[in-house]
């Protein structure tokens, strides 16, 4: 059964640095796209940035767009999310999820890593 495990996740102060890894388990992995969302908490899952599994394009939401930097290692099946300037609003559980492709609906999701940003 393919699924997809979220590491990385922590606590760091404003202005820090992570990064966040999901391994994806299976044989399927460079046939999809996949994105990375967050939720904070009382508000709504939103997206954060995805990458495309052929030429690698990637796309960003507003609020991390220079922050964040999205990409993948077919080789070893995982995505990955470089997380730099970090500030308190990026507190939120954060998740990995495959699409088949641009517009279809992501179908299969990790659990979870939880990032805390301190002020």
């Known amino acids: 059964q393919v699924q997809l495990v979220e590491t990385g996740g922590g606590l760091v102060q404003a202005g820090g640095s992570l990064r966040l890894s999901c391994a994806a388990s299976g044989r399927t992995f460079s046939a999809y796209d996949m994105g990375w969302f967050r939720q904070a908490p009382g508000k709504e899952r939103e997206f954060v940035a995805s990458i495309t599994m052929t030429r690698g394009t990637t796309y960003y939401a507003d609020s991390v767009k220079g922050r964040f930097t999205i990409s993948r290692d077919n080789a070893k099946n995982t995505v990955y999310l470089q997380m730099k300037s970090l500030e308190p609003e990026d507190t939120a559980v954060y998740y990995c999820?495959?699409?088949?492709?641009?517009?279809?609906?992501?179908?299969?999701w990790g659990h979870g890593t939880q990032v805390t940003v301190s002020s």
């Open positions: 999820a495959r699409q088949r492709s641009a517009g279809s609906a992501y179908d299969l």
